[in-house]
Every structure is written in structure tokens, then in C-alpha cells.
């Protein structure tokens, strides 16, 4: 749990959270153009996060194990957030992580703090 947790802090949230879902999305929003020197930059960090996150998955069913943990709570919004990007496609690799994610979303928690953005596609 505290490898997951470690990632997220210190590589996949920085990357994740300003690189790409602020750039896309908020950015966006905002009715600013998404700076994509720093889209670009902040990919290879997410994709080697989310590898590493797949990893400590495996074939369970959170990422810690066999009970939901602190770790699959923090990593949840963040994947939800990029998830509507169109970076959405480095997930392609990882199918147990983005099933993980179904799972995790469909949770009553989940379902009532899910992001609450337009789609424009």
C-alpha cells in the first residue's frame, strides 16, 4: 500500500494532475489552450506510473491486495480525471488497471464524487 501511495505522491499525482488533467481539462475550461510542451513532458511519468500501478495490481483486486486500501481511495480520482483525456489511450496496456477502475466506480462513493465535467468530443 505505501509503494502505491508512494507512486502517486511523488511521480503519478505531478504528472497526472497539472501535466495532463490541467492542461486538457481545466486549462480548457478556463478557455485556455492546453500547453502541450507540459502534456508532453508529463506523459512518459504517467505511463511509467501507471505500469508501475498495474503491477502491484496483478490479478487482485485492489491494488494492495484483497481489501481496499488508502492507496486504491487516493489513486481512484486522479485516474478517473485522466481518464477523460484524450491520454486516456496510455491505459490501453494496462485493461486489469482500467477494470480496476470500473470496479472502484462503481462503488457508492465513488459514483456520488464522480467528476462532474462536460465531455467534448
Known amino acids: 500500500m505505501n509503494q502505491a501511495i508512494g507512486i ?19 486549462a480548457v475550461m478556463r478557455g485556455l489552450a492546453p500547453d502541450e510542451a507540459v502534456v508532453q513532458a508529463a ?15 496483478g490479478d487482485r483486486q ?8 488508502m492507496a486504491d481511495i487516493m489513486v481512484l480520482p486522479i485516474v478517473r480525471y485522466l481518464l477523460l483525456t484524450p491520454e486516456a ?12 477502475c470500473e470496479r472502484m466506480s462503481s462503488r457508492d462513493s465513488a459514483r456520488e464524487t464522480e467528476p462532474q465535467l462536460a465531455r467534448k468530443g
Open 8 to 26: 502517486l505522491d511523488a511521480y503519478f499525482w505531478r504528472a497526472a494532475g497539472p501535466g495532463v488533467v490541467g492542461q486538457r481539462l481545466f
Open 43 to 57: 506523459v512518459p511519468v504517467v505511463r511509467t506510473a501507471l505500469s508501475e500501478l498495474d503491477r502491484f495490481l
Open 62 to 69: 485492489f491494488l494492495a491486495g484483497d481489501q481496499l486500501t
Open 89 to 100: 489511450s496510455l491505459f490501453d496496456p494496462h485493461p486489469r488497471l482500467r477494470a480496476w
